[in-house]
Nanobody, 118 residues
Framework: QVQLVESGGGLVQAGGSLKLSCAAS????????AGWFRQAPGKERQFLAK????????TDPASAWGRFAISRDNAKNTLYLQMNSLRPEDTAMYYC???????????WGQGTQVTVSS
């Protein structure tokens, strides 16, 4: 059973940057596809980026392209999301997730809140 704990959220001004972390235990991230999602109040959960076991990264073009970057530190078993040029509309709860054997997003963290002020 994989446990995920996000950190690094907070309050930032528009145009600023944050780096989110997701520490994993109970399983090695290097063998799985892991990703980041976010959910704003009253909206559906939105995919942001993922990284495969081979290290191939995919970023959602609508929400994160050119501003967000996903990475992974295998030694620390930690997933990261570097977010630059933040906008008020990026305000949301940010979650990391890991795919299970079936390819579905089976494991989720509790989330970390990001608030971007204008």
């Amino acid at each position: 059973q994989v446990q995920l704990v996000e950190s690094g959220g907070g309050l930032v001004q528009a145009g600023g940057s944050l780096k989110l972390s997701c520490a994993a235990s109970g399983g090695a991230l290097r063998w799985s596809t892991a990703g980041w999602f976010r959910q704003a109040p009253g909206k559906e959960r939105q995919f942001l980026a993922k990284i495969t076991a081979l290290g191939t990264a995919t970023t959602d073009p609508a929400s994160a392209w050119g501003r967000f970057a996903i990475s992974r530190d295998n030694a620390k078993n930690t997933l990261y999301l570097q977010m630059n040029s933040l906008r008020p509309e990026d305000t949301a709860m940010y979650y990391c997730s890991v795919q299970g054997g079936s390819g579905s997003w089976d494991y989720w963290g509790q989330g970390t809140q990001v608030t971007v002020s204008s």
